[in-house]
């Protein structure tokens, strides 16, 4: 039996990683394992015929006071995507962008709020919604909670503001067209986007978990890639992990920061709900669409729940010369080519129809499900000897996971 570290880690994603940096940092001999051969679990970034291409169309935030905790965010040079998105509808494309971040768009947002897009009623509903959460956010986690669906039909908000920008604009950022999501937690997260500057490193989304890999390694810990755990065993004073071709790691505790749909394959905890994206990524040439805003199709005509010009905000995403599209699904839409070529052609004009098909994510497991009271026990110690940690402890993002991994590193040291 090779030697007993104080901790192993299971998963090398963003909640393992920060939770083996604390860790570490606390004196502790870490050791952290992941069956991929690279870092940072549904945060990855792929170098396909000089593109970038994430794992599916994600964004990080500076506005999480957590991603703050875990790294400088000037050391992942965030391109920040303009606050707002182009609404397609009726023939008509229309603006909707924040007006102190965008005061250039101000005409064009009054010219679509205009058109019949905003309804008095549903602007009165939208800000009784939004309201709470922008001056007292902490009442709002802390207060009732329903299905955002049924919040919005309780105050009023049932027009064309929420059936042609919010509903098809929070379908791609929840993963959920079905309005069973927390509402508070919906609420929180419009929130940080209305007051953050949210974007993505210049060297795509991975750049965050190498970054935090870094610094988990400075301080110490131990990262073996391609080590796969294929079962677990408490044994007295130590936790054995075993490994599939390589020998048994033991260690006096485990942290399980798997994703959750391979949790129970290691603790005795049910496989929490998780939602599933598709992306397919489009190269173009140097005549692309200009706007760098996220378009949502107000008509809901096709599988597609959002899109943008990747390159136009992060240029490095494509090579020179050329421009990456993202298009989003949901993966049980049954989205095929011609669908999502037929919908990019309504979104962005006739020039969509050449556009060279990079790859398509489908991505099963992309965001647990997060159906309401936001805050439900999730603790992370289960036993004297192990630990758990990942978003589906916590919230469906990038803050939800460093969260968890900094919970999981104070059950480990408390």
Same mark, same amino acid.
């Given at each position: 039996?090779?030697?007993?570290?104080?901790?192993?880690?299971?998963?090398?994603?963003?909640?393992?990683?920060?939770?083996?940096?604390?860790?570490?940092?606390?004196?502790? +001999?870490?050791?952290?394992?992941?069956? *991929?051969?690279?870092?940072?679990?549904?945060?990855?970034?792929?170098?396909?015929?000089?593109?970038?291409?994430?794992?599916?169309?994600?964004?990080?935030? %500076?506005?999480?006071?957590?991603?703050?905790?875990?790294?400088?965010?000037?050391? $992942?040079? $965030?391109?920040?995507?303009?606050?707002?998105?182009?609404?397609?509808?009726?023939?008509?494309?229309?603006?909707?962008?924040?007006?102190?971040?965008?005061?250039? $768009?101000?005409?064009?947002?009054?010219?679509?709020?205009?058109?019949?897009?905003?309804?008095?009623?549903?602007?009165?509903?939208?800000?009784? =919604?939004?309201?709470?959460?922008?001056?007292? #956010?902490?009442?709002?986690?802390? /207060? #009732?909670?329903?299905?955002?669906?049924?919040? =919005?039909?309780?105050?009023?908000?049932?027009?064309?503001?929420?059936?042609?920008?919010?509903?098809?604009?929070?379908?791609?950022?929840?993963?959920?067209?079905?309005?069973?999501?927390?509402?508070?937690?919906?609420?929180?997260?419009?929130?940080?986007?209305?007051?953050? @500057? %949210?974007?993505?490193?210049?060297?795509?989304?991975?750049?965050?978990? !190498?970054?935090?890999?870094?610094?988990?390694?400075?301080?110490?810990?131990?990262?073996?890639?391609?080590?796969?755990?294929?079962?677990?065993?408490?044994?007295?004073?130590?936790?054995?992990?075993?490994?599939?071709?390589?020998?048994?790691?033991?260690?006096?505790?485990?942290?399980?920061?798997?994703?959750?749909?391979?949790? !129970?394959?290691?603790?005795?905890?049910?496989?929490?709900?998780?939602?599933?994206?598709?992306? =397919? =990524?489009?190269?173009?040439?140097?005549?692309?669409?200009?706007? *760098?805003?996220?378009?949502? +199709?107000? +008509?809901?005509?096709?599988?597609?729940?959002?899109?943008?010009?990747?390159?136009? @905000?992060?240029?490095?995403?494509?090579?020179?010369?050329?421009?990456?599209?993202?298009?989003?699904?949901?993966?049980?839409? /049954?989205?095929?080519?011609?669908?999502?070529?037929?919908?990019?052609?309504?979104?962005?004009?006739?020039?969509?129809?050449?556009?060279?098909? $990079?790859?398509?994510?489908?991505?099963?497991?992309?965001?647990?499900?997060?159906?309401?009271?936001?805050?439900?026990?999730? %603790?992370?110690?289960?036993?004297?000897?192990?630990?758990?940690?990942?978003?589906?402890?916590?919230? #469906?993002?990038?803050?939800?996971?460093?969260?968890?991994?900094?919970?999981?590193?104070?059950?480990?040291?408390?």
């Amino acid at each position: 039996m090779a030697s007993l570290h104080d901790v192993v880690v299971i998963g090398a994603g963003l909640a393992g990683l920060r939770c083996a940096t604390l860790l570490a940092q606390a004196g502790r +001999d870490v050791v952290v394992l992941d069956a *991929a051969d690279e870092v940072g679990g549904r945060q990855r970034t792929d170098r396909v015929d000089g593109f970038l291409l994430d794992r599916g169309f994600q964004v990080v935030n %500076p506005r999480y006071d957590a991603l703050a905790r875990a790294v400088d965010p000037a050391d $992942l040079d $965030l391109r920040a995507f303009p606050v707002g998105v182009r609404v397609v509808r009726g023939g008509r494309s229309d603006v909707f962008a924040h007006p102190l971040r965008h005061p250039a $768009l101000l005409p064009a947002t009054l010219a679509g709020a205009l058109s019949g897009l905003v309804t008095a009623r549903d602007l009165v509903a939208a800000l009784r =919604w939004l309201g709470p959460a922008l001056v007292g #956010p902490a009442s709002v986690a802390a /207060g #009732p909670d329903a299905t955002l669906h049924d919040t =919005w039909d309780r105050l009023g908000l049932t027009g064309p503001l929420r059936w042609s920008v919010l509903e098809p604009f929070l379908t791609g950022v929840l993963a959920d067209d079905g309005g069973a999501t927390s509402s508070a937690y919906a609420t929180l997260l419009v929130r940080l986007f209305a007051l953050g @500057t %949210p974007g993505v490193p210049a060297a795509g989304v991975g750049a965050l978990p !190498r970054r935090v890999a870094d610094l988990a390694r400075k301080a110490g810990a131990d990262i073996r890639l391609e080590h796969a755990a294929t079962g677990m065993d408490v044994r007295g004073d130590r936790v054995e992990v075993a490994l599939r071709g390589a020998e048994v790691i033991a260690a006096r505790e485990a942290v399980v920061a798997v994703g959750g749909e391979a949790l !129970r394959e290691l603790v005795d905890l049910p496989t929490p709900p998780m939602r599933g994206l598709q992306t =397919w =990524w489009f190269g173009t040439d140097a005549g692309a669409p200009a706007s *760098a805003l996220l378009v949502v +199709d107000g +008509d809901r005509s096709g599988p597609i729940v959002n899109s943008v010009v990747m390159s136009r @905000t992060a240029p490095a995403y494509a090579p020179p010369g050329r421009h990456l599209v993202a298009a989003s699904c949901l993966l049980d839409s /049954g989205a095929d080519e011609r669908a999502v070529r037929g919908q990019l052609e309504r979104l962005w004009g006739g020039a969509a129809r050449g556009w060279e098909l $990079l790859r398509r994510d489908d991505i099963a497991h992309a965001l647990p499900a997060l159906p309401p009271p936001l805050r439900h026990p999730s %603790p992370a110690r289960l036993s004297e000897r192990l630990v758990v940690a990942g978003d589906h402890r916590e919230t #469906p993002s990038i803050a939800g996971a460093l969260v968890s991994g900094e919970r999981a590193a104070r059950a480990v040291l408390g």
